[in-house]
């Protein structure tokens, strides 16, 4: 075989292992965590823009094909523009195919949420938008030989200030006849050419870059100067996405179920309150078809233990019609409270008895914010220590407004991830919460929690760690490459 069929299936392998990004929802859910690293140059290689990068994860970024995409993310407190500059490589929901989500800088975390509160939004709202730059879209090229200008066999290109991402880049040599196809640098914006089955070569060519939403600019240009970076004074229209414009997303859509067998993605049991116990993998489902494997099981330690369910980063509520939840309890409960948040309360106007039933609430009942944190169920039966009252509790789900777009079901398994997350304190939302039900004393500080199931962790930062050790692996790969193909070429 010759070299440069070798060369060839090289170059290949590379472009097939390039994945294709989850596709993009008109108003997609997703997740974000803030960074204090200010790695610019990232899988990308764009050089550094006045919009504020983003790395993603596996799912958004594919194989480098949104690189310089802009995305409008929507959290409980506004909206912030990022750019995908890099792909994020550390932990689970960096590697995860399923659900978009974005490592930002901590500053543009801050404009959407609260970072000294909660280190995720895990209802973040994300749409893509036009990133409104000024100007043409830029080339940089390096081709063969000692001074990299030698074009005629091989070249790479890379792009920056580009309004859309790039897709596709194809090539007409000076006398072709055909557009030849550039490959893409595996995750990045960068593309390559080689002389697999085209002719050499030569100037002036012409240039189609084809714009991930299908516009294509042609561009003409003489040999280009190697390594300096050129205005082909083109540039795609700026405009947001079609299938977005005109929405104005807000956050993202709760999962249906906040426990099904497991917690839903992002939902959190640890603030619960003054119990004995708390089992998230209960296998009491009494054989019951529809608890399927596990149930959660929590045994209150007084009047007014409470199981609280959070969301870090918030959720809208507005598309939330009624809550429904299968439970019993070993002694009837007939004085249960739910409600989101710290105050207001619900009182259920049923007993929960000693075998499993559904039960449904209508959400607006529970008199929602626009967005809320959290959702609790409040005993208000006696119970000690010594003599807790057990509670289980199934299929905790929603039932959303007609017209609902919903995010694609995504469980990720969350086993092995820690989450970055500072834990908010309880303690000013747990008295204001009781006194608005009407028990102004009676409950100490002095918790009795038993056992959280929190995995809190005090890092926030789990995606740009290994950035630069990646680069540098990219970078002897590529280059490794590039003398692989000097040497079967010349
Ligand atoms: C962010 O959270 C901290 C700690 O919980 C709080 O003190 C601060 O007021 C919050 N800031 C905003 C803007 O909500
Ligand atoms: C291109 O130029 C930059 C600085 O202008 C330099 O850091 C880089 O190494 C050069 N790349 C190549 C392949 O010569
Ligand atoms: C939860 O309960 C199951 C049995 O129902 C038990 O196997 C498991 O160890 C318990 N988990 C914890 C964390 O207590
Ligand atoms: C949605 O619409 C259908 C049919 O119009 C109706 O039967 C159903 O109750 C509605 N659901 C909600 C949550 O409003």
């Given amino acids: ?74 959290g409980p407190l506004g909206s912030t ?79 920056s200030n580009f309004a859309i991402g790039i897709k596709r880049v194809q090539i007409r040599g ?49 040999k280009p100067l190697p390594n300096v970076t ?10 947001p996405h079609p299938e977005v414009s005109g929405i104005d997303c807000a956050m993202g859509i709760l999962p249906e179920y906040i426990f ?44 007014g233990a409470g199981l609280q369910f ?13 809550l429904f939840f299968d439970a019993k309890a070993v002694q009837p409960i007939s004085n249960m409270r739910i409600y989101f948040g710290y105050d207001g ?10 075998s499993y039933k559904t039960f449904q609430v209508p959400v607006a009942d529970l008199k929602p914010k626009n967005i809320e944190y959290s959702l609790t169920f409040l005993s208000l039966q006696p119970a000690s220590m010594d003599s807790p009252q057990n509670f289980w509790i199934d299929n905790i789900r929603w039932e959303f407004a007609n017209g609902t777009v919903t995010a694609p079901a995504v469980m990720i398994d969350t086993s092995g991830y820690a989450f970055p997350t500072s834990k908010p304190s309880t303690s000013g939302g747990l008295s204001s919460g009781i006194s608005s039900i009407g028990m102004t004393s009676g409950f100490s500080e002095s918790d009795s929690q038993t056992g959280g199931v929190g995995t809190g962790s005090e890092s926030t930062n789990e995606g740009s760690g290994s950035d630069s050790s990646k680069l540098v692996i990219s970078n002897i790969y590529y280059l490794a490459l590039f003398v692989l193909s000097l040497y079967l070429l010349f």
Wanted: aromatic share 14%; glycine share 10%; proline share 4%.
């Fill in 230 to 239: 050129i205005d082909s004074k083109k540039q795609f229209t700026a405009r």
């Fill in 1 to 74: 075989m010759k070299p440069i069929y070798i060369l060839g299936l090289i170059l290949l392998s590379i472009s097939l292992s390039a994945s294709e990004p989850a596709p993009l929802s008109s108003c997609g859910s997703g997740f974000a965590a803030p960074t204090d690293s200010t790695n610019f140059l990232g899988a990308c290689r764009i050089p550094p823009s006045t919009i504020p990068f983003a790395s993603v994860s596996a799912a958004a970024f594919g194989g480098g094909q949104r690189c310089g995409e802009c995305f409008r993310l929507t």
């Fill in 260 to 303: 099904k067998d497991t917690l839903s993605f992002g939902w959190q049991v640890y603030e619960s309150f003054y119990y004995k116990s708390l089992n998230t993998s209960s296998e009491e489902t009494d054989d019951n078809n529809k608890n399927g494997e596990y149930v959660i099981k929590i045994q209150f330690a007084q009047l």
């Fill in 174 to 222: 000076y006398g072709w006849s055909y557009y030849d196809d550039l490959t893409i640098v595996g995750g990045g914006s960068g593309f390559q050419w080689n002389k697999v089955k085209a002719n050499e070569m030569a100037f002036p060519a012409s240039m189609l870059l084809t714009s991930v939403d299908n516009q294509i600019v042609n561009w003409e240009f003489n």
């Fill in 81 to 159: 523009v990022v750019m995908i500059s890099d792909k994020c490589d550390t932990g689970e929901a960096c590697q995860q195919q399923d659900l978009f989500h974005f490592i930002i800088p901590r500053s543009e975390f801050d404009k959407i949420g609260n970072s000294s509160a909660y280190g995720n939004i895990f209802s973040l709202g994300y749409q893509e938008v036009s990133c409104d730059l000024q100007g043409g879209i830029n080339a940089n090229f390096i081709a063969g030989g000692e001074k990299k200008d030698q074009y005629q066999y091989y070249f790479s290109v890379t792009f």
């Fill in 310 to 322: 959070t969301r870090e980063g918030g959720f809208g509520t507005n598309y939330l019609k009624t």
């Fill in 345 to 354: 309360g619900y009182s259920i106007p049923f007993t929960i008895e000693s």
